[in-house]
């Protein structure tokens, strides 16, 4: 099982990117990739840009990535209640990319993590309400509120035990998907 693992943030200390790493090491016997967004930036989208230029390259790098992947896990950040600009330009030209869905079929876990109580509910209700028509095969979402009272940044860790828990039941959900899809 391959395991591909995004956080919707460009941030070096997002926490999203640490809840998302976390969250993928709790796959047993499975290849897993983290990937980081700075490796895909591209210019702003821009339908100029594309008639000149086509889309980018990183673009369709990104694609192979979710194509390569056997489950998806996306933890985004929110920023001012939906994707942060990093995320949604990526998004933005991946859906340009001509015969595709964005996340093409790929049973998902979608995730945010926030400092405040909602845990990025805005970011959550608008990639929920989104994805599917671009391809987003959402099989569970996980909120993690309260980040820095929530997650042990030294452990890399979910501290809080009711959190953790309800975690690991949504991945164990995700992964019998995958492996009934295999069958």
Do not use: C
């Not at 309400?129 to 042990?152: A, W, Y």
């Amino acid at each position: 099982m391959k395991v591909l693992a995004i956080a919707g943030s460009n941030s070096a200390a997002s926490m999203n990117k640490q809840l998302v790493a976390y969250a993928s090491t709790q796959f047993e016997n499975a290849e897993v990739e983290v990937i980081d967004l700075d490796a895909f930036e591209m210019p702003i989208y821009k339908h100029e840009r594309e008639l000149t230029g086509g889309v980018p390259q990183e673009a369709k790098d990104f694609a192979a990535k979710i194509d390569g992947a056997d489950i998806l896990l996306v933890s985004l950040a929110e920023h001012n209640g939906t994707y942060s600009t990093a995320f949604k330009n990526i998004f933005d030209w991946v859906s340009r990319i001509k015969d595709r869905t964005v996340w093409n079929e790929v049973p998902m876990l979608l995730m945010s993590a926030a400092p405040g109580g909602r845990g990025g509910a805005g970011v959550l209700e608008a990639a929920t309400k989104r994805f599917p028509f671009h391809g987003g095969n959402i099989v569970e979402t996980f909120s993690l509120p309260f980040f820095n009272d929530n997650f042990d940044k030294a452990a890399q860790k979910i501290s809080n035990e009711e959190k953790d828990s309800e975690l690991k039941d949504k991945i164990k959900k995700i992964a019998a998907v995958e492996t009934i899809l295999e069958k």
